[in-house]
């Protein structure tokens, strides 16, 4: 009867961890949805994005469509990240408020391991066109 109950631990463990690695891939629902973006060039653009892909769009016309993998998350000085790779380069979804989740930029990060640190590309926000001068 041990036996039975460790063999069902094993394999629930096991089936877990499966579990995990294949959604481990997908995006977070926090950074999913539809993003009003700005560049240090003043360009604007939506950003959507689902578990697996993101579409980029301005003024509707000109949609790029990519697969992303979402591949870290963490906290780091009370900032939130998501660290997302596409097009074999890596980027990081951060939060400046970690209780904030309607407002977020993208940064291309200095090294792998400092997820929080780096050039920010866009500046985000689900509610409207955000302006990048307030994030420098």
Do not use: H
Request: hydrophobic residues 30%; charged residues 30%; glycine residues 8%.
């Amino acid at each position: 009867m041990f036996k039975r109950k460790s063999r069902k631990l094993v394999i629930g463990i096991f089936l877990g961890a499966m579990l995990a690695i294949l959604t481990g891939c997908k995006g977070s629902e926090e950074i999913q949805g539809k993003w009003y973006a700005e560049n240090s060039e003043g360009k604007e653009i939506v950003i959507n994005l689902t578990d697996e892909s993101i579409t980029f769009s301005s003024d509707g016309s000109d949609d790029w469509n990519v697969p992303y993998k979402q591949t870290g998350t963490g906290f780091k000085n009370n900032v939130s990240y998501k660290k997302i790779e596409l097009d074999d380069n890596s980027y990081s979804f951060v939060f400046p408020d970690k209780k904030d989740k309607d407002n977020a930029v993208i940064l291309i990060p200095y090294n792998e391991d400092e997820a929080t640190e780096g050039t920010i590309y866009w500046v985000l926000s689900k509610s409207d066109f955000p302006d990048y001068n307030t994030y420098k």
